[in-house]
């Protein structure tokens, strides 16, 4: 599918990655539907790019809950209203630390926002794309969706989550003219990295993209129709041992390990 002949529900617009696809997107000649929880953060982008001469038609902005149903159901209804042909989930939440810091409340919220809420908006949007002659819907997972790494225990649950959901509904609807692509960026430098993910990063020798990077290749996995991609080397090359034979893989992960280990004291000291 062409750009300039996507009409793209883009969740999770107002950051770092969403910004930069956004203004991928509109460059390349979609129109965008930028869907965020924050009414301020929504206007202000929307006023940030009629500013630099997008035309105010290809460019609507929504504000939406994603854990909250009705709002759901809302943003389904003004995606139909509006055309919508493609669906970009790209919101999400992030979780670094060991397992046992983690509370309830914070692992339920990931996973709710990570995981359920790309899956319920996909069930709502689907009568209305299945109308359509063609259609996409793109999954932005992580390449921690393909390697699990010390730390992120609950952040990999959740993107593992939606690789195997992307996965299986791509084999669902084979044939029709929905199409369902997945792709993992690796670590992207963003506000979304905490300083402890970047001294982790810092520590592991974890590379990080940009996210022009990321936004430019989600818009040429829109237009190659690739179905999965992850990004980076050796991010790749480790996605692709991992599901083959992911025991290979677990003596390559001791500067993380050590790393976790340490974030972990310096947190009980600073709790002390």
């Not at 460059?27 to 500013?51: D, I, Q």
């Not at 630390?97 to 996909?122: K, R």
């Not at 991010?235 to 500067?255: H, M, Q, T, V």
Request: aromatic share 6%; net charge positive; with cysteine.
């Amino acid at each position: 599918m062409k750009a300039q002949d996507s009409r793209v529900l883009l969740t999770g617009a107002t950051g770092g990655i969403g910004k930069s696809t956004a203004r991928a997107l509109l460059g390349a000649g979609a129109s965008v539907m930028l869907v965020g929880r924050s009414v301020p953060a929504l206007e202000s982008f929307h006023r940030e790019l009629t500013g630099e001469g997008i035309s105010p038609s290809r460019l609507k902005w929504v504000p939406a809950d994603l854990t909250r149903h009705d709002d759901i159901t809302r943003l389904a209804s003004e995606s139909a209203r509006l055309g919508c042909n493609v669906v970009i989930h790209n919101a999400g939440l992030p979780s670094f630390g060991p397992l046992a810091e983690h509370s309830p409340d914070e692992m339920a919220a990931v996973l709710q926002t990570n995981l359920l809420a790309p899956m319920l908006l996909t069930q709502a949007l689907l009568p209305h794309l299945q109308t359509l002659p063609a259609a996409r819907i793109l999954f932005v997972g992580s390449a921690l969706g393909s390697i699990g790494l010390p730390g992120y225990s609950v952040y990999s649950a959740s993107k593992f989550g939606v690789h195997g959901f992307s996965q299986a509904l791509r084999r669902e609807l084979a044939g029709s003219g929905v199409k369902v692509q997945y792709i993992g960026p690796r670590s992207t430098d963003t506000g979304f990295n905490s300083a402890a993910v970047q001294a982790y990063n810092r520590a592991t020798g974890t590379a990080q993209d940009s996210p022009e990077v990321v936004a430019g290749a989600i818009v040429q996995m829109l237009e190659d129709e690739a179905v999965e991609r992850v990004l980076g080397f050796p991010e790749k090359l480790a996605a692709r041992l991992n599901g083959l034979a992911p025991e290979w893989l677990d003596g390559s992960f001791r500067r993380h390990r050590q790393s976790l280990q340490n974030h972990a004291a310096t947190t009980r000291v600073a709790r002390t």
